[in-house]
């Protein structure tokens, strides 16, 4: 099956930079799109920043400026730098990807799957 695996979790202080990334391994013919999301305590899980497999890239209003989502094609992992870190910032961040397997259409937006989550925390 697909696996994704998130690394780059930790703590750090308001202001600074933490890298996220996620590797995809398993049962992969292509890649459509990937992407991050975060869930805090008591709240929904929300879209963070996606890109897809052509390099279009979407970000969530209250990161934009501060974050950059990047993608390595050949080796399955897509990246997230997240600069000047605010409190509000903590949450459990998710790796995200829409993939395709061998017989289904080109157009076709694949199927999703989470990696297990990695914890970000920001202090004062």
């Known amino acids: 099956q697909v696996q994704l695996v998130e690394s780059g979790g930790g703590l750090v202080q308001a202001g600074g930079s933490l890298r996220l990334d996620c590797a995809a391994s398993?049962?992969?013919?292509?890649?459509?799109?990937m992407g991050w999301y975060r869930q805090a305590p008591g709240k929904q899980r929300e879209l963070v920043a996606r890109?897809?497999?052509?390099?279009?890239?979407t970000y969530a209003d209250f990161v934009k400026g501060r974050f950059t989502i990047s993608r390595d094609s050949a080796k399955n992992t897509v990246d997230l730098q997240m600069d000047s870190l605010k409190l509000e910032d903590t949450a459990v961040y998710y790796c995200n990807a829409q993939i395709s397997q061998a017989g289904e259409g080109r157009f076709y937006p694949g199927r999703d799957y989470w990696g297990q989550g990695t914890q970000v925390t920001v202090s004062s």
């Open positions: 890109i897809t497999n052509v390099g279009s890239t």
């Open positions: 398993g049962s992969i013919f292509r890649i459509n799109a």
